[in-house]
């Protein structure tokens, strides 16, 4: 009798990295992004903070911050290129010198309706339906959660 013997996957083969997979696919996901932010003048970083903003406006930058997980070194320059182009303006806290408050401008909020059309139009170039969307959502974000705790 000749039985087959099991072999182990090679760990540290590209293909059965999950890290790779999550990249990758993060990578399409932001390439698909691109001509559709293109036509409303943002880059996907802009457009994150964006969303930050048409939830909750005259926000701190450190709550688009914790909202995005990014510093405010990464912050800054982003949002003023974004103070540049019309969309928002920055204005020291009241209470708070140090801690400074975006604002969308008219034009900001203005974009919120053309942005609109975005997510369906992802939501079709991905080739999934909305449930299974929303699943591998709540399972990236439980991910981050565990990964960030340790």
């Known amino acids: 009798m000749n039985e087959s013997v099991k072999k182990e996957p090679d760990l540290l083969a590209l293909d059965n990295q999950f890290c790779f997979a999550l990249y990758s696919a993060s990578l399409a996901l ?6 559709l932010l ?17 939830e909750q406006d005259h926000i701190l930058v450190k709550e688009i911050g914790n909202a995005l997980f990014l510093d405010s070194g990464t912050l800054t320059p982003l949002l003023k290129r974004m103070e540049a182009a019309g969309l928002l303006e920055r204005h020291r806290d009241d209470s708070d010198e140090r801690q400074v408050r975006i604002i969308l401008t008219d034009s900001g909020k203005e974009l919120k309706k053309a942005a609109k059309k975005i997510p369906l139009k ?14 591998l959502r709540s399972q990236l974000s439980e991910l981050r959660a565990n990964l960030t705790e340790k």
Do not use: H
């Open 30 to 35: 932001t390439k698909s992004y691109k001509p």
């Open 38 to 54: 293109e036509q409303l003048g943002l880059t996907y970083p802009q457009y994150l903070v964006m969303l930050v903003l048409w």
């Open 122 to 135: 992802i939501l079709c170039a991905s080739g999934q339906d909305q449930d299974t969307l929303m699943q």
